[in-house]
């Protein structure tokens, strides 16, 4: 007997009210903090791993497109951290081992780490000068392991949500949402327009 499919658009509209309880119980002076960081930084590094570490990828794209020096960690063209850097890491769980040791460097070397988490009661965050909490993490510590790859093959995940969009989606979902709403507040505080952002679009592929 085949099982009935749930609606498409209820779990979109079921996922846009999420997005809606973790906007507004968002930490404005905490984001304001994270914008500040941004502004101050002479680059921009970015960290995560697995599926954050494209949200991580994405918005150091935007980053670029608006004239900032921005750069991923782990890349071959990745120049050296100073200390008037700031290193900015994605991490549901704040506990992932590869963005742990990135953020301690970074702290060893005098730089600022910004942490977009759902746990800031963790390693990253403990460190942290800044840090932006979306949603609540569902699992216990001593749950889940800290190596990204095991919980990979394991299926054990931080979200803000452990009932619904699992294996961390709805962290993701909501932290993409949040980059793109300081790229926004960014065009604002430069004055860039969409044109200015045109132009460092990539033209060759």
Do not use: W
Not at 12 to 28: F, G, I, K, P, V
Not at 52 to 59: I, M, T
Not at 150 to 162: D, P
Not at 168 to 188: C, N, Q
């Amino acid at each position: 007997m085949q099982q009935e499919c749930p609606s498409i658009a209820d779990l979109m509209l079921l996922m846009t009210s999420r997005l809606e309880e973790t906007a507004r119980t968002l930490d404005q002076v905490n984001a304001g903090r994270f914008l500040e960081e941004i502004l101050s930084a002479k680059r921009i590094y970015l960290a995560g791993a697995g599926r954050s570490g494209l949200v991580a990828r994405a918005f150091a794209q935007r980053l670029m497109h608006l004239g900032f020096e921005s750069y991923v960690i782990g890349e071959t063209i990745t120049p050296a951290f100073g200390p008037e850097d700031v290193l900015v890491a994605f991490s549901g769980s704040g506990e992932t081992r590869s963005v742990v040791d990135a953020c301690e460097t970074a702290r060893e070397i005098g730089g600022k780490i910004c942490l977009v988490t759902s746990t800031a009661d963790s390693r990253i965050g403990r460190m942290a000068d800044c840090v932006v909490e979306i949603g609540n993490n569902q699992l216990k510590d001593a749950d889940i392991p800290h190596d990204f790859e095991i919980r990979q093959l394991t299926g054990q995940y931080r979200s803000v949500s452990g009932s619904f969009a699992p294996l961390g989606t709805l962290f993701e979902t909501v932290a993409l949402v949040f980059s793109d709403a300081i790229v926004s507040a960014l065009m604002e505080v430069r004055h860039c327009t969409a044109e200015d952002l045109r132009s460092r679009l990539a033209n060759v592929q």
